[in-house]
């Protein structure tokens, strides 16, 4: 008994120490990414007081790249040449941009890590929303200021709403896989306390038929067999999408049931365009040049893209990893990963109900 | 005590979720010249600013404005923005804060405001006369957007003039990232110790006049 409980203590620990890692992982990964090319120690950095740090140093790239977009637009008037670095500096910024707050990569990744997701949807489902993410804005700016000449207050009430609508979704969506996977976690709970490990029986018996995701309806049979789950035992992976088990096929990733398990992540996260990019449009339509603002954002959208996929693939290869250490405990296993999927689907929720309620201020909307 | 730490390991990831939105950064660029104005006995009664904002911002500002001649905008074509313009600026405080040797000053709502659209640029201009008028031996204005939304500069060349002050004031400037001013030390340390409440501030420009 002495040794389950310790195995308990453990899996809650693993638990945490992945959705930490889930968390930061955006920031560190951003850090990394703007780790200062000259490699400076990080004393000598600390010295410094400009804006040398890693932060001042990235924050120094995006406004850089930014600001470099309005002037490339001006010159694409005349020098069809320009469009190409406008292409280069829109898709770099995306790469940085996606640092900043409201992109929906913590989502993302904790949605990925609650449903058990492979690396490869994880990527699948970054490119999605971002390039939901862009359309939303070129049909923002496409039907508001080009087609109904609306202004920019008009415009910003839109975006506003369409805010608060995206806010709203990803709460939902949080309350519905906190519902979903709460259930599984508790009777994960229910089975791991009076059934000593059945280690010896190596059997993946969670038929994972994940039913709300394949066939919209809302419970998730994870029935708790939890016969000490043993991803060793098989050649296959048995609990990522019952019955296709050979990982996501390109198929299965666009089939019905694959877009559709993603689809209501790719919404929330992907209906609230950035501001960034309504600037960049509006400023290209003014110029005479949407099509280049299109562009503009389309590239924008990919670079995002890679940045928040880098993300995913961190968080579900933390997860992984999670889920091997947690295989060789007896018993533990499946309480270890309810308990780690249970807590993914809070973080979606905290974060829903805190850009709602502005307790994590998102970047905010221009509207003045 | 594994469930203690547990607790811990959870509290640090609400913090880095708290903590990671502050990363953000700037959509709008303004150009700043404040002036101080001063009454005749020498007492400070308000700030006068003139923002001039990026292309890019102003092209999204005047976008679906009518205007007689295509391209152009008169100061009176204008006038419904800048009342947004200075209606908005009042839930972030102006982006202007003052403190009287020492003590927070308030400033009534915005007076003679207009916006002017020159070579594809708005420029706000607008008065913020202080609540209570002060004549401190010190004044500090600090001009910056706590959630660094907005990169405020102050122009180059007369970033602040002060209007009938005494004779005997002196006004220094601390520019942002220019290495002069502590407040502005940024670095990744200031991150990882959890300061960031006020990001915005390391980006802040800061006005001081001392008089004696």
Redesign the interface.
């Known amino acids: 008994m002495k040794s389950q409980l ?1 195995g308990f ?2 899996g ?2 693993t ?3 992945v ?2 890692v889930v ?2 992982a ?2 560190a990964l ?2 990394l990414l703007a780790q200062n090319p000259f490699g400076a120690p ?1 004393a000598q ?2 010295a ?9 140093w ?2 120094a790239k ?2 850089e790249f ?2 470099q ?2 002037a490339t637009i001006r010159a694409a008037k005349s020098d069809g040449s320009a469009v190409w670095t406008l292409l280069f500096i829109s898709f770099a910024y995306g790469i940085f ?1 996606a ?4 992109h929906g990569k ?1 989502v993302i990744a904790s949605y990925l890590v609650a449903n058990r997701e492979t690396a490869r949807r994880g990527i699948a489902l970054s490119f999605a929303s971002a390039l939901m993410q862009s359309l939303v804005a070129i049909l923002i700016v496409g039907i508001s ?1 080009w087609i109904l ?7 910003c009430k839109a975006e506003g709403a369409i805010e608060i609508a995206s806010y709203a979704l990803i709460a939902l969506f949080g309350l519905r896989l906190v519902w979903v996977k709460g259930g599984a976690f508790i009777r994960a709970l229910q089975v791991a306390q009076p059934v000593p490990a059945m280690a010896g029986v190596p059997h993946d018996h969670d038929h994972g038929h994940d039913a709300d995701d394949h066939h919209g309806h809302d419970h998730d049979h994870h029935h708790g067999h939890s016969h000490a789950r043993h991803e060793h035992g098989h050649g296959h992976v048995h609990d990522e999408h019952c019955g296709h088990s050979h990982g996501p096929a390109p198929s299965e990733l666009a089939g019905p049931g694959g877009w559709r398990r993603g689809f209501a992540a790719i919404l929330a996260v992907g209906i609230r365009p950035c ?2 990019a ?3 449009l ?2 290209a ?3 005479g040049l949407f099509w280049a603002g299109i562009a503009a954002t389309l590239l924008m959208g990919l670079g995002t893209a890679i940045t928040v996929a880098s993300i995913a693939v961190v968080a579900v290869s933390a997860k992984d990893i999670a889920q091997r250490l947690s295989a060789r405990r007896d018993g533990g296993g499946a309480l270890v990963m309810r308990g780690i999927e249970f807590g993914a689907a809070g ?1 979606v929720l ?2 829903g109900v ?1 850009l709602l309620f502005g ?6 909307t ?3 | ?3 203690r ?2 607790l811990g ?2 509290l ?3 913090l ?14 303004i150009t700043a010249t404040s002036e101080l104005l001063y009454a005749a006995d020498g007492t400070i009664t308000g700030v006068r600013h003139a923002w001039t904002f ?4 102003s ?7 009518e205007s007689k001649t295509k391209g152009a905008y008169t100061r009176e074509e204008l006038t419904p ?1 800048a009342q ?2 200075v209606e ?2 009042k839930e972030y405080a102006y982006f202007t804060f003052a403190k009287a040797d020492g003590k927070k000053e308030r400033f009534q709502e915005p007076v003679d405001y207009f916006l002017d659209y020159k070579d594809t640029v708005l420029t706000l201009h607008f008065t913020l006369p202080l609540k209570n008028p002060v004549k401190p031996r010190q004044l500090v204005l600090e001009v910056f957007d706590r ?3 907005i ?1 405020f500069q102050m122009a180059k060349d007369n970033p602040v003039k002060l209007v009938g002050a005494p004779a005997g004031c002196q006004m220094k400037l601390e520019r ?4 002069t ?2 407040a ?8 990882l110790n959890g300061e960031n409440s006020n990001f915005g501030m ?1 980006f802040a420009n800061k006005i001081m006049v001392d008089c004696p």
């Open positions: 310790s203590a453990l809650l620990l638990c945490a120490a959705l930490l968390s930061v955006d920031a951003h850090d990080r950095q600390a410094e007081p400009e804006a040398s740090g890693l932060i001042g990235l924050l995006q406004s930014y600001r977009m309005s941009h640092a900043g707050p409201g913590a200021a000449n609306a202004t920019a207050k008009t415009m501001s960034g309504i600037l960049v509006v400023f339509l003014a110029q973080l905290l974060f805190g307790y994590i201020a998102a970047e905010r221009t509207c003045f | 005590m594994g469930m730490i547990l390991l959870l640090a990831a609400g880095s979720l708290a903590a990671g939105p502050a990363r953000a950064h700037p959509h709008v660029w990026d292309d890019m911002f092209a999204y500002a005047v976008q679906g404005l923005l947004t313009n908005s600026l959630s660094f939304f990169d942002p990232n220019d290495g001013a502590s502005q030390k940024l670095n990744e340390q200031t991150f390391m």
